[in-house]
């Protein structure tokens, strides 16, 4: 096995932790040239051949896209360049959320080679994008649509929830209390969906004004209550219709081993904690709400498959495949994620096909590779 170190920076968007909080910014630090500034957010940490944040061979200024292109049987393997073509075909991260990211969902392989092909400059590339988490520290997430008798009982407990939806709002609640077809109850939840994401910004500023006088803040920055998720959310984003989606989507508390996958026209947001998280080479996300980014609510409501169910419905579990090893396998071919934890003395022969990214996130240890030893500490790639 050949191991190249890499070197993988962080980058700063604004829904980023702070210095040394953050950890990508804790992970970051392991390239000797860099400094955590305290004053700044760190939210991503990118480990892969994405032109938007590639890695480097570590001590040099060479990509390690180069060093794939360059050989991408020795690379890759020859059944992954048969497979996926000779580009590494996953994107692995560390994410650390102190604001929420925008509800957004990544399109499927062919809406997003017509995405591409219509709107390069804002669809930058023409792959799906399905991804996994799985969470570092204590981490919140809105995956899915609620099952739908819960959607139906915050229409009738949140009178602002339902005055932006009054159009829709009656056929969905008679449809959720029955136990008619599915594709109908789906036709009805997306039309709920897409009447509230269309709302008039001033009626969603009233509506919201209204609601945060009504219902109780929290100081508890883990309570998950819909009325302290609405203060957080509409603090991060005030007057936002984003802030409205916590009565339509579920809500995930994630502690640190978890992990959620979220498919192609899957609709989330996360919403606070660190996570890996590891999809399919691409950069493609359909925004429509808690971002100051482009919002394409049209393509958005479209797109969505409108599946509905419970929170732990979303939740993927590890099965262990050696002693100290489990593994987070989607139901994809471009990726599955191997957790390996080793107490001191203790040590685990992994045997894997394809190229793999290793990071270490706790701890110390060695990586006994067939050309040399790597000795490990937090954010060794």
């Not at 609510?297 to 090893?325: C, N, Q, R």
Request: hydrophobic share 40%; glycine share 6%; net charge negative.
């Amino acid at each position: 096995m050949s191991v190249i170190r890499l070197t993988c920076n962080a980058n700063n968007y604004a829904w980023g932790k702070h210095g040394a909080s953050s950890k990508a910014a804790q992970f970051a630090a392991t390239n000797p040239n860099v400094t955590i500034d305290p004053t700044q957010p760190y939210s991503e940490l990118w480990m892969g051949t994405h032109p938007s944040g590639p890695s480097t061979v570590f001590g040099t200024t060479t990509l390690l896209s180069s060093v794939v292109d360059s050989d991408p049987t020795s690379a890759l393997g020859s059944a992954v360049v048969a497979k996926f073509g000779p580009h590494l075909p996953y994107l692995f991260k560390v994410l650390s959320i102190e604001k929420a990211l925008s509800i957004q969902a990544h399109p499927d392989k062919k809406l997003a080679e017509k995405l591409h092909t219509e709107r390069p400059h804002v669809y930058k590339d023409p792959n799906h994008k399905p991804e996994m988490s799985i969470a570092l520290t204590e981490f919140i997430a809105m995956s899915g649509f609620r099952p739908l008798e819960q959607i139906a009982q915050n229409l009738q407990e949140y009178p602002e929830f339902r005055a932006l939806v009054s159009a829709s709002a009656d056929a969905f609640q008679k449809e959720a209390a029955t136990g008619g077809d599915v594709q109908e109850k789906k036709l009805r939840l997306k039309a709920l969906f897409a009447e509230l994401m269309n709302s008039n910004p001033e009626v969603v500023e009233r509506q919201l004004v209204a609601l945060l006088e009504r219902v109780p803040k929290s100081a508890d920055p883990m309570d998950l209550s819909l009325p302290a998720l609405v203060h957080r959310l509409n603090a991060e984003y005030p007057g936002d219709v984003g802030v409205f989606c916590v009565f339509m989507l579920n809500v995930l508390h994630l502690h640190a081993g978890d992990a959620f996958y979220m498919g192609p026209n899957d609709p989330h947001a996360y919403i606070y904690g660190d996570c890996v998280e590891c999809m399919a080479t691409s950069d493609n996300v359909v925004r429509a709400g808690l971002t100051p980014k482009l919002r394409d609510v049209p393509v958005l409501v479209d797109m969505l498959m409108y599946d509905f169910g419970t929170p732990e419905g979303k939740l993927l579990k590890a099965p262990k495949v050696l002693e100290h090893s489990s593994i987070y396998d989607p139901p994809i071919d471009e990726f599955a994620v191997v957790c390996t934890q080793l107490a001191k003395g203790e040590s685990e022969n992994l045997k894997l096909n394809g190229p793999q990214t290793l990071i270490a996130t706790e701890g110390s240890g060695k990586l006994v590779a067939a050309d040399k030893e790597y000795e490990l500490k937090p954010g060794y790639v």
